[in-house]
C-alpha cells in the first residue's frame, strides 16, 4: 500500500483527491501513455504537440537547447497535455543541462574536488532554480555512483569520486538543493556503476561487490539521499549478482538481469529493504546493456513489472506502445501493478503542484524571467569559486612552481585533445583556448608539431634541450557514450608526443577532464588535475601555476590508479 502522505510525497487530502479521481478518470491510451518519458530535441511543435496530445506522454526529457526554444517546448507540451508533464533534464553539471544560457557550475567530480558540501548544495540550488525558470521539474541527477574503477569508461567525472562517504555528503546537498526549487531529484544509477571497466550504454554491466561491501558503500549512499527526500531514482541497466542471488536463491546465473529488469533489486532491495516511497524510472531504454536482457517486446512491459514506475525513451513509439499495451494485456503487468506505478507518477506530479500550476495558468514558464536567472551573476560567482577550489595538484617536482615568463619564457606546448561525441563529451578548441591564455601570461609559446622521421632520422636531443624552458601538457579528454576507455593514444611515428624530455627539461603535465592521465604519463613529476575545461577552470589553471592563487583541490579518487610509478 502506497502511503502518500510519507515521504517523499508529503500529499495533502486534496492531492490524493486529484490523484485518485485523474487515475480513474484516464482512458487505458493515456494509462499507457503516463507511463513513457520520451524526448524532446527541438520546439517543433507538430512533434510536440504529437508527444501531449496523442502519446499522452507521462514526462518528456529535454536536451540542453537555446533557453527560447526550451521554453516554448515546455509551453507546447503543457497546453496540449490533460495532466500535466514531468518536464526532465540532465542537470548535472547545472542549468545548462536545459538551457544553453544555463550555469555550468562544475562538473560533478569537480564539485567533490572541493571537498566541500556547500558547493553540493550549491550545484542542487543553481540546477534548481534555472531548471524551474524553463519549466523542467524533474532533474536526473544527482549521479551518486562511486567511481571506484578507474577504468571505467563513462562514470569518471560524473561521480563525486570513489569515497562513498564524500559521494553520500555531496549526493545529500544536491538533493536538497534542488528540491528547493520544486525540481524532484533522481539519484542514479541503481545499484550502482563505477565497479564495472564497461558501459551500460554497450552492454550490460556488474556491480560486483558482495552484499556486505554494498551495503558499506552504495547502499550507504542510497540510503542517506533516501533519507534526505529524494523523490525518484533511476535505475541502471546494471546487475548485482550478489543481491540479486541473495534475494531469490533459486536464481541461475543465465537468469541474473540488469535492474532496470529485476524484481529482486527493483522491488525487493530498492523498494523493501531501503524503503523507497518514491516514483522509480528505467535508465535510457535503449541502451545496449538493455537490450541485451531479453527480446524489446518482453523488456518493454517487464521493466514495468519488475518495480519501474516509468520507461524511459523508445526505439519506435508505436512499437514500443504496442509492446506495453500487449504486456498489460497478457498479465505481464498486472492491474495492481500498473494502478501502482501511474499513482506513483501521479503522485509525483502532485508533490510539484503540477495540477495546481495547471489550473492556475503557471504552468508554462516565461521567457523574460527565465533569461534573467539562467548564468545570473551569483551563479557564475559559484562557479568561479567552484574552480578555485577544485584545481588538483597532484604531485609537483620541488622547485618548478610558480610557472612565470620571467622563469620559463619558452614554452613547447603539448596538446591531446579527443574528438567530441553524441553526450558526456569534451568542450571543443580548449587546447587553443589555453594556448592563447599563455600568450597573454607573456610566454612564446610553440605548438609541437612530430616530425615524420623514423629511427636514425629524428629530431636530435639538441633541438629540444636548451631551446625550451618548459614543456607544457594540456590533456582535454573526457568521457562520453559509446567509448570503452579513455586513453591517450599517442601521435605517429613511435609515440612521437610521449614525455621523453622531462628529466632535462621542466614539464607539468594538466588535465581538464579525465583524472586518470597517470597512467599514461607516471613519470611526470608535476601533475595536475581540473576536472573541468569551462572558462572559470581554465583562468584557475593559469592563476594557480602563476602563483597568485594557491592549488585547493583534494583528489576524490586515486589519481596514481594504485600503481607506485605513478608516484615517483
Partial sequence: M????????????????????????????EKIGQLFC????????????????????????????????TVESVRILQENARIPILIAANLEKGGVGIADEGTTLGSVMQVGATDNEEMAYRLGL????????????????????????????????????????????????????????????????????????????????????????????????????????????????????AYS????????????????????????LLKEQLGFNGLVVTDASTMAGMMMAMPREQAVPQAIAAGCDMFLFTRDMDEDYAYMKKGIEEGI?????????????????????????????????????ALQVLGAPEHQRWAQECADQAVTLVKEEAGILPVTPERYKR??????????????????????????????????????????????????????????????????????????????????PMGANVPVYMSSIPTIFISVENPYHLLDVPRVRTFINAYNSNDNVLHAIIDKLAGRLPFKGTNPVDPFCGMWDTRL
Wanted: hydrophobic share 35%; with cysteine.
Fill in 2 to 29: 502506497i502511503n502518500l502522505k510519507e515521504k517523499p510525497f508529503y500529499l495533502s487530502d486534496g492531492d490524493i483527491h486529484w490523484v485518485q479521481e485523474t487515475l480513474m478518470s484516464m482512458t487505458e491510451e
Fill in 38 to 69: 520520451l524526448i524532446a530535441y527541438s520546439s517543433e511543435e507538430t512533434l510536440l504537440t504529437s508527444l501531449a496530445k496523442d502519446y499522452n506522454a507521462g514526462g518528456v526529457m529535454c536536451r540542453p537547447m537555446p533557453a527560447a526554444e
Fill in 126 to 241: 543553481v540546477s534548481g532554480r534555472e531548471g524551474a525558470v524553463v519549466g523542467c521539474n524533474w532533474s536526473f541527477a544527482p549521479i551518486i555512483d562511486i567511481d571506484y574503477n578507474f577504468r571505467n569508461p563513462i562514470t569518471n567525472t560524473r561521480t563525486f569520486g570513489s569515497d562513498p562517504e564524500r559521494v553520500r555528503r555531496m549526493g545529500v546537498q544536491y538533493v536538497q538543493g534542488v528540491q528547493e526549487h520544486g525540481v524532484a531529484a533522481s539519484i542514479k544509477h541503481f545499484p550502482g556503476d563505477g565497479t564495472d571497466e564497461r558501459d551500460q550504454h554497450l552492454v550490460t554491466s556488474i556491480n560486483s561487490l558482495s552484499c556486505e561491501e554494498w551495503n558499506a558503500s552504495y547502499g550507504h549512499v542510497y540510503r542517506a539521499c533516501i533519507g534526505a527526500g529524494a523523490m525518484t531514482v533511476m535505475i541502471g541497466h546494471i546487475m548485482q549478482p
Fill in 245 to 268: 542471488k541473495h534475494l531469490n536463491p533459486q536464481l541461475q546465473d543465465e537468469e541474473i538481469l540488469p535492474a532496470s529488469l529485476s524484481y529482486e533489486l527493483t522491488t525487493k
Fill in 333 to 369: 503487468v498486472t492491474p495492481e501493478r500498473l494502478d501502482e506505478a501511474l499513482t506513483k507518477i501521479l503522485a509525483l506530479k502532485a508533490a510539484l503542484k503540477l495540477h495546481t500550476k495547471q489550473a492556475e495558468g503557471s504552468l508554462v514558464p516565461k521567457l523574460e524571467q
Fill in 411 to 492: 614554452v613547447l606546448y603539448y596538446d591531446i585533445e579527443s574528438s567530441q561525441g553524441v553526450a558526456y563529451s569534451v568542450r571543443a578548441g580548449v587546447a587553443d583556448l589555453f594556448r592563447n591564455l599563455l600568450v597573454q601570461e607573456g610566454f612564446e609559446v610553440e605548438q609541437y608539431s612530430p616530425a615524420q622521421g623514423m629511427e636514425g632520422r629524428m629530431k636530435a636531443q639538441s633541438e629540444f634541450v636548451g631551446k625550451y624552458d618548459l614543456i607544457l601538457y594540456l590533456a582535454n579528454m573526457s568521457t562520453k557514450s559509446n567509448q570503452t576507455t579513455v586513453r591517450i593514444e599517442w601521435a605517429q
